[in-house]
């Protein structure tokens, strides 16, 4: 099962590898990750998809927590937030096909961001079913190019992780 | 008053109560060498960086301090590396300061650069490169809180050469605050009565005690709790001295060259309570047959550990000193006389034993001997291979913290240099090294310390000709292919002792073995005892890799 660990952690150099390192080391996979500063800029936030059992999760909570750096660490897989990933999807476009792409993004309420000779470049930003289902739509025309970000997420109503 | 950064780094070593430590200077560790200069804490020049590391290593785990060992930047650094994996594998707190090339020239692949704080990562419980003077007492001050609390590891401090000769101000902080790590002391009472619980309704109860044992210093506590409740104990390598050998309810070590009544105790008990283990798959070995029937209780300071090998059905994360008390104060004494006489029954019946040979020296007679010529009451160290199973299996470990040994990375080359630790932490005590012709070599410079020292460190290589616990497998499990595990021209370690500024003796047959042990004990200093011993000995019994614990081979 996929999961979502929301993983606060100091602002320092090092941490990042120190935290991408013990996955490789220990052998599990990192689906996604994202990391930015929060709102205290000495601390940072990770939001870490990783796949695995229950057996795999409690462990790499686990692992996480030994390291000095990490604060705390919340598994919001099975709690009420918005998920989010952004998309930037370069794809082919000559002047036929253009209204039919624009319609396409309309409907994902995407934006188009930069237009060039043969081609345009949309932005979507959603939860990975609505940035997959995208792809899948712009796919026929001739996908270029695709940079995505990892998951962000945040726990709906008035809590905090910090607090 | 205002001193340079190596000046205060030496302070704050001071305040931590370091009075010696262990290192090898370098270019950019010159100015942290000038300071050490007239500061009165003794230090111990090693013959090479990973001797150091060792040293250091051994020192901790013969004295439960933290160990202090320093090196210079780059290859001083990088040396380093094999000692402290050995550290943390087997959670000894050691505080590594390495030397790192300016700042400035960090990241330019300068002269003796590495960035040993990377290299380290996967090896350490924690390190830091100080990146500016006003955090390096701050991060010495953290690095020893983290070594030594919670479940003890090396912590490395890597500080570039122009932070030791910054000006400061010495003001060493006296807390530590660091919002990802509070090490427990206490868990959940309700957890212990569970376990309680446990106890009262098992028929065949067994503990299987660890390194954490030792490391918390809980041994007599435990002693109390199986006192009052007779039940069976075996313990891992690292557990080893945790409870006396020669207690009548001690079976002896447990896993692939455990005891024969272990190996079963443990395959048919109905309660298995793991104390300060983390259950290594050399204690384990098919991990879907081990302790098929039995309860699983687990206590342990680092929660990490809990279900990482073996699915545990009651979990005690706390210190030891918590758990332990507050078990011992609510258990009742369980019914199992049955299964003690089950058990004791193995343990008459299987003991362990080898073929006696009047012509040739057998091994496992060696530390027989040493055994009975110091009445269980040295210190021993070990190198890695067929010396340190037969040291665990015939040598009687009476009181915590007397068997060294690199027990989770098998360290070939740990022995002598920890030897050396563990004879300066404990100088009134007796220390014997025990190696072999392989491991002897892979740090054999360090005789020279000991001599320069007159450390008086008594080791016995066992000299097999060859790399015994290679050729042991390639027997069994390769058919005696032995493929580059003959040391085809033998080494003359009496004289290379003798070179190196030590004493050194040959003793070849039997009749030679024990007056030459008697003679090494008298002789002041340090004395190296090449043994010759019979070449094609077995450690037995032996459970092969990935076989269950009770498909033992001999014993």
């Known amino acids: 099962m996929r999961h979502t660990l929301s993983v606060m952690v100091e602002n320092r150099a090092g941490v990042l590898a120190r935290v991408a390192g013990m996955f490789s080391r220990r052998g599990y996979n990192i689906e996604s990750l994202a990391v930015g500063t929060t709102e205290n800029p000495k601390i940072s936030r990770m939001t870490i998809v990783v796949e695995g059992d229950n057996h795999v999760i409690e462990q790499v909570t686990k692992q996480l927590h030994k390291l000095i750096e990490v604060i705390k660490i919340s598994d919001i897989t099975d709690e009420e937030y918005v998920g989010r990933e952004l998309v930037l999807i370069k794809v082919n476009a000559d002047t036929a096909q253009r209204s039919e792409i624009m319609q396409i993004v309309d409907i994902f309420r995407a934006r188009i961001v930069d237009i060039g000779y043969k081609s345009l470049i949309i932005e979507a930003t959603g939860d990975q079913s609505k940035i997959t289902a995208i792809e899948t739509s712009l796919k026929p025309f001739g996908i270029r190019e695709v940079v995505r970000t990892g998951k962000i997420a945040m726990v709906r109503g008035p809590k905090t992780k910090l607090e | ?555």
């Open chain 2, 1 to 555: 008053m205002l001193m340079n950064g190596a000046q205060a780094l030496v302070k704050s070593l001071k305040s931590e109560g370091v009075d010696i430590l262990f290192g090898y200077p370098g270019g950019a560790a010159l100015t942290l060498y000038d300071a050490l200069y007239d500061s009165g804490i003794r230090h111990i020049l090693t013959r090479h960086e990973q001797g150091a590391a060792h040293a250091a290593d051994g020192f901790a785990r013969a004295t439960g301090k933290v160990g202090v060992c320093i090196s210079t930047s780059g290859p001083g650094a990088t040396n380093l590396v094999t000692g402290i994996a050995t550290a943390y594998m087997d959670s000894v707190p050691v505080v590594f300061i390495t030397s790192q090339v300016a700042t400035g020239l960090i990241g330019k692949d300068s002269f003796q650069e590495a960035d040993i704080t990377g290299i380290t990562t996967p090896i350490t419980k924690h390190n830091v490169l100080v990146k500016k003077p006003q955090d390096l007492l701050k991060c010495v001050k953290e690095a020893f809180y983290i070594a030594r609390t919670g479940r003890p590891g090396p912590v490395l401090v890597d500080i570039p050469k122009d932070i030791f000769a910054a000006k400061m101000d010495f003001t060493y902080p006296e807390t530590v605050k660091l919002k990802g790590y509070k090490p427990i002391f206490a868990g959940e009472k309700c957890k212990v009565s569970l376990v309680a619980d446990a106890l009262a309704q098992a028929k065949k109860p067994v503990f299987f005690i660890g390194g954490g044992i030792n490391i918390a210093g809980v041994s007599e506590e435990f002693s109390r709790l199986i006192e009052k409740t007779g039940i069976p104990v075996t313990t891992s390598l690292m557990g080893m001295g945790g409870f006396p050998s020669d207690h009548r309810l001690n079976l002896g070590m447990l896993g692939m060259h455990g005891t024969y009544a272990a190996n079963q105790a443990v395959t048919q008990c109905d309660l298995l309570i793991g104390v300060g283990v983390r259950f290594d798959d050399r204690v384990t070995g098919l991990v879907s047959r081990f302790a098929p029937n039995a309860t699983v209780v687990h206590f342990d300071i680092d929660p990490a550990e809990i279900n990482k090998n073996i699915k545990t059905d009651i979990r005690v994360v706390g210190d030891l000193n918590w758990s332990l008390s507050q078990l011992n104060s609510i258990i009742t004494n369980p019914d199992i006389s049955d299964w003690q006489c089950a058990v004791m029954k193995w343990k008459q019946e299987r003991p362990l034993t080898f073929d006696e040979d009047t012509r040739e020296i057998k091994p496992q007679s060696v530390i027989q001997e040493i055994d009975q010529l110091t009445d269980g009451n040295a210190i021993m160290v070990t190198d890695t291979g067929q010396h340190q199973m037969w040291t665990a299996q015939y040598y009687t470990f009476k009181k915590p913290r007397t068997l060294i040994t690199s027990g989770g990375l098998g360290t070939m080359g740990f022995g002598l240099p920890a030897a050396i630790g563990a004879q300066l932490g404990c100088p009134d005590q007796l220390v014997w090294a025990i190696s072999g012709d392989g491991s002897i070599m892979m740090n054999c410079q360090e005789i020279a310390t000991a001599a320069e020292h007159n450390l008086p460190i008594k080791t016995a290589i066992l000299n097999n000709k060859g790399l015994g616990m290679v050729r042991q497998w390639q027997r069994m499990f390769y058919q005696k292919r032995y493929s580059g595990s003959k040391h085809e021209r033998g080494t003359d370690f009496a004289k290379l002792a003798e070179a190196l500024g030590a004493k050194g003796i040959t003793v070849k047959s039997a009749q030679e073995l024990r007056p030459a042990l008697e003679e090494a004990i008298k002789t002041p200093g340090p004395v190296f005892l090449d043994i010759w011993v019979s070449e094609d000995e077995d450690v037995l019994p032996m459970v092969p890799a990935g076989a269950a614990l009770d498909e033992m081979i001999g014993g």
